[in-house]
């Protein structure tokens, strides 16, 4: 069993900068790749970086790529996503979910269905 607490969301004006936090509890996080998604409100759920087990492998929606970070800390069981230079559009409730072994050859990363474990989400608003 795998929980996830995201935290560190907020309301920013655009061009600023957040760190949001997910924290995890489970034995199998230090060897599961990670996801970021978001969903802003009247929108489908969308993929926004993924970073694999030991951090050395990341992806990225085109979106948020150049301003967006993903990485993690197996050692705090936590993985992060930071965000700069942020737009409006960037509003949404984002999302950590654990990318599931068993859906790796059944769906692509960019697809929720393939991620196990979801958090309850942290609210981003990004003024303008």
């Known amino acids: 069993q795998v929980q996830l607490v995201e935290s560190g969301g907020g309301l920013v004006q655009a061009g600023g900068s957040l760190r949001l936090s997910c924290a995890a509890s489970g034995r199998t996080f230090s060897s599961s790749a990670m996801g970021w998604f978001r969903q802003a409100p009247g929108k489908e759920r969308e993929f926004v970086a993924r970073v694999n087990w030991n951090g050395s492998s990341t992806y990225y929606a085109d979106s948020v790529k150049g301003r967006f970070t993903i990485s993690r800390d197996n050692a705090k069981n936590t993985v992060y996503l930071q965000m700069n230079s942020l737009k409006p559009e960037d509003t949404a409730v984002y999302y950590c979910?654990?990318?599931?072994?068993?859906?790796?050859?059944?769906?692509?990363?960019?697809?929720?269905?393939?991620?196990?474990?979801w958090g309850q989400g942290t609210q981003v608003t990004v003024s303008s």
């Open positions: 979910a654990r990318d599931s072994p068993g859906n790796s050859g059944r769906y692509y990363y960019t697809t929720g269905a393939r991620y196990d474990y």
